[in-house]
């Protein structure tokens, strides 16, 4: 299998007041555990900070800037090819919503032991089957490897999710319409369904998310929902009209003028420059 590089899986210790090569983080998904110490960075323009005992989780060409490692850092950093992982996705809708959680809240806390082993143990297993390049199966070894590595982490980001929608649940009405709008974009993508969720107006609705982001509630409806378009369409076990289905669109072809409006493209045309 062609998709894998000498280099498609990295694993190695960051020890003292170092920096990740900037082709690592381009090329590469990075998962990081902390042992001790602390990351601090800039995710998507807001700022972060990973320590002890923390998992944080970047995708190939996130927008990461300021990243620093304390003077006593011991972390243990797994990279994996951008290309190689992404062919070996398994089915994303069953943790869809786990995923993108991922992708706006980049630092999770392991909240026990039994989590903490389970990341670390999947690192050197994944690991260690690329480097068994001897293996006569190899090729089907490490996909399927690959493959129980990515539903372990998407155990793992799903446990997160679920224990963030539930200390949520008494936040602020901004903390609670992002909360809703994760889990009912793929059906309900205009304002008013959030605003009557919460008990307010829709104007008020925009008024709380510009003045707490500067993005819009309709906006950050999009935003959300495009994630959702762009992960179906990349699951090639999917036709359009299932996906189209799926998120309560009307028709195939009222689908496809709302994916023309937010990636300019259309679903056919999106799928064929996947290749």
Request: proline share 2%; aromatic share 12%.
């Amino acid at each position: 299998m062609d998709i894998i590089k000498k280099d498609s899986i990295v694993l190695f210790e960051v020890l003292g007041n170092k920096h990740l090569p900037e082709y690592l983080q381009n090329r590469f998904h990075i998962h990081i555990f902390c042992h001790r110490g602390r990351i601090s960075f800039s995710f998507n323009d807001r700022p972060y900070k990973c320590e002890a005992g923390e998992f944080v989780f970047w995708f190939a060409d996130s927008k990461l800037t300021g990243l620093t490692f304390s003077k006593n850092i011991k972390a243990t950093v797994l990279c994996v090819e951008k290309d190689f992982l992404d062919f070996n996705i398994p089915d994303q809708r069953w943790s869809i919503d786990a995923l993108l959680h991922s992708k706006e809240n980049p630092v999770l806390h392991l909240s026990n032991k039994d989590d903490k082993k389970r990341v670390l143990s999947n690192f050197q297993l994944l690991h260690s089957k690329f480097l068994e390049t001897d293996h006569r199966f190899y090729n089907e070894v490490l996909s399927l490897q690959m493959q129980v590595f990515i539903l372990e982490m998407w155990h793992t980001f799903a446990n997160e999710y679920e224990h963030r929608k539930r200390t949520l649940e008494s936040g602020t009405h901004y903390e609670r319409f992002m909360q809703l709008v994760q889990e009912h974009c793929m059906k309900e993508r205009e304002v008013h369904f959030y605003a009557k969720r919460l008990h307010i107006t829709a104007k008020h609705l925009n008024y709380i998310c510009k003045q707490n982001t500067d993005v819009t509630a309709s906006d950050w409806i999009q935003r959300y929902t495009k994630e959702r378009i762009i992960l179906l369409l990349q699951d090639k076990n999917l036709n359009i009209s299932q996906i189209a289905d799926e998120m309560n669109f009307s028709s195939r072809s009222f689908f496809t003028r709302y994916v023309k409006k937010i990636l300019g493209i259309t679903p056919s045309d999106f799928r064929n420059r996947l290749g």
